[in-house]
């Protein structure tokens, strides 16, 4: 079946540094679409990409699809504490509007 | 104001115990998921409805019984608890199928 992986699992920075997580399908995606979980909380939508290599800017975050359409990465610059949490891409298929989740890359900032 | 909302929050219960989880979306969606989130934090879809029909149906055991009795709510039983059955649930909905789900605040459940 279609899986999407997603790395790396953790990673740990110092408040002020770059951070990039990187998803890949086995398979082409009708869309990609991310979710931040902050700990203790439920998944939260961020951004949806659609278009083959479209990049989305959300302040200090860049969202890129790949031209493929199979994979995607989330770029922070200058992490800050509040970017801490569990990062997820999701990658959609076209009829069912069935997500299927990476596992995740959890985020801890230093101050 | 709660968007989606379930209930309870937290769930514990005995093995073989019988159990129901609500659900109830005031967004106007057409869809809506139950998702199950593991101890590794994974999230796996088990269940979608959209306008009450159902469209993804997981291979989740058969203990596992959804039903929506109008577009605004999902709910879950949940059959013979078992050990593994342990998990945070997740309700989420969407607009129609494939647009940005929105997510409950969850139900942890733990079966002793």
């Known amino acids: 079946g279609q899986q999407v992986m997603q790395i790396p699992q953790y990673q740990h920075v110092q408040e002020g540094e770059d951070f990039t997580t990187y998803c890949n399908s086995s398979t082409t995606l009708s869309n990609i679409q991310w979710y931040k979980q902050r700990p203790g909380g439920h998944p939260v939508f961020l951004i949806q990409?659609?278009?083959?290599?479209e990049v989305k800017k959300q302040k200090r975050l860049t969202f890129q699809f790949g031209e493929a359409k199979k994979n995607s990465s989330l770029h922070i610059t200058a992490t800050q504490t509040t970017d801490v949490g569990t990062y997820f891409c999701?990658?959609?298929?076209?009829?069912?509007?069935?997500?299927?989740f990476g596992q995740g890359t959890t985020l801890q900032v230093k101050p | 104001d709660t968007a989606v909302s379930q209930t309870p929050k937290y769930l514990v219960t005995q093995m073989g115990n019988d159990k129901s989880i609500k659900c109830e979306q005031n967004l106007g969606h057409d869809t809506m998921y139950w998702y199950k989130q593991d101890s590794k934090k994974f999230l796996k879809i088990m269940f979608s409805y959209n306008n009450k029909e159902l469209i993804i149906n997981e291979t989740v055991p058969n203990r596992f019984s959804p039903k929506s009795p109008d577009k605004a709510h999902l709910n879950l039983h949940i059959n013979s608890l078992e050990l593994g059955d342990s998990a945070v649930y997740f309700c989420a909905s969407s607009k129609p199928p494939g647009l940005a789900q929105y997510f409950g605040p969850g139900t942890r459940l733990t079966v002793l």
């Open positions: 999701a990658g959609g298929e076209s009829n069912t509007g069935k997500l299927i």
């Open positions: 990409l659609v278009k083959s290599g």
